[in-house]
């Protein structure tokens, strides 16, 4: 586990958050923004999975809006966690990458409710790894005007995934 990047992205993350035009952190929150929250890097959560890529095609997803969404499905990728075996639906984020939207058994608890994030390199075909500790809060998270995928059904994970982000509360 290269600790050193994982840290140096977070870091760049908060940057982000606190500097960037379109941040979803708003305006208001930012004096007071002193980095999220995270999880301690774990090696643990780097897992290995097969990816098996699909035909893509839009399918429905549910949002943080409450309604469905119609988003591009990429593949799916197969992996383990803990004593159960898991397909997670991979998702297009329209800016030419991938992602698998998923809960967890931290959602609600240590983690936002909705679900988190976790990137995919698409472009492999077989074994991926899926690093965890790169688990980000989708961006309604920090405010309600945007409208987010939740994860479907078929990503909800039953293990506690302590990885990536925590919750976000903001400091007002």
Do not use: Q
Not at 22 to 29: R, V, Y
Not at 30 to 40: A, I, K, T, V
């Amino acid at each position: 586990m290269d600790t050193d990047r994982l840290l140096r992205e977070r870091s760049e993350h908060d940057d982000f958050l606190i500097e960037h035009y379109s941040s979803p952190l708003p305006e208001e929150h930012r004096p007071d923004f002193r980095g999220l929250d995270y999880f301690p890097p774990d090696a643990a959560w780097e897992l290995i999975g097969s990816y098996e890529p699909e035909m893509p095609r839009k399918i429905p997803v549910p949002s943080s809006a409450g309604i469905e969404s119609s988003y591009t499905m990429l593949g799916v990728v197969a992996l383990s966690i803990g004593n159960s075996d898991y397909r997670l639906t991979v998702l297009d984020d329209g800016d030419g990458g991938a992602f698998i939207p998923f809960r967890d058994g931290t959602c609600g608890v240590e983690t936002y409710a909705g679900g988190r994030y976790v990137g995919v390199d698409a472009d492999s075909v077989g074994e991926v790894t899926i690093d965890f500790n790169t688990a980000k809060n989708p961006w309604c998270v920090y405010d309600e005007e945007f409208t987010c995928p939740l994860p479907s059904p078929e990503n909800w994970i039953a293990e506690p995934i302590r990885a990536g982000a925590k919750a976000y509360e903001p400091s007002s």
